[in-house]
C-alpha cells in the first residue's frame, strides 16, 4: 500500500512522531511518503536528544522512505 503523511508542524515532537510512524510502516512492508509542508520544511529544526528528528530522519531515507517537500 502506498502512504502518504503530510507534515506542516513546526513542534519538534510532532515532527519526530511522524517520521518514527513512517518507519515503523517501511517496516511492515508500505510504501511511505513524507510530505514537508510550510514550517515543517526545516525537518531537523528542534532536533535534540529528547526528540532525535535527524536520526529518524536518516533512518527513513535508508530504509527507502521518501521525503517530498
Do not use: C
Not at 508542524?9 to 515503523?24: D, L, M, Q, T, Y
Not at 510504501?31 to 530522519?57: C, H, K, R, Y
Amino acid at each position: 500500500m502506498q502512504i502518504l503523511i503530510v507534515l506542516s508542524s513546526p513542534e519538534p515532537e510532532i515532527k519526530w512522531n511522524a517520521v518514527r510512524f513512517g518507519n515503523f510502516l517501511l517496516n511492515e512492508g508500505e510504501d511511505v511518503t513524507i510530505f514537508l509542508n510550510g514550517p515543517a520544511v526545516d525537518l531537523t529544526a528542534g532536533d535534540s536528544p529528547t526528540f532525535p528528528i535527524a536520526e529518524q530522519a536518516k533512518l527513513f531515507g535508508l530504509s527507502e522512505g521518501v521525503l517530498a517537500a
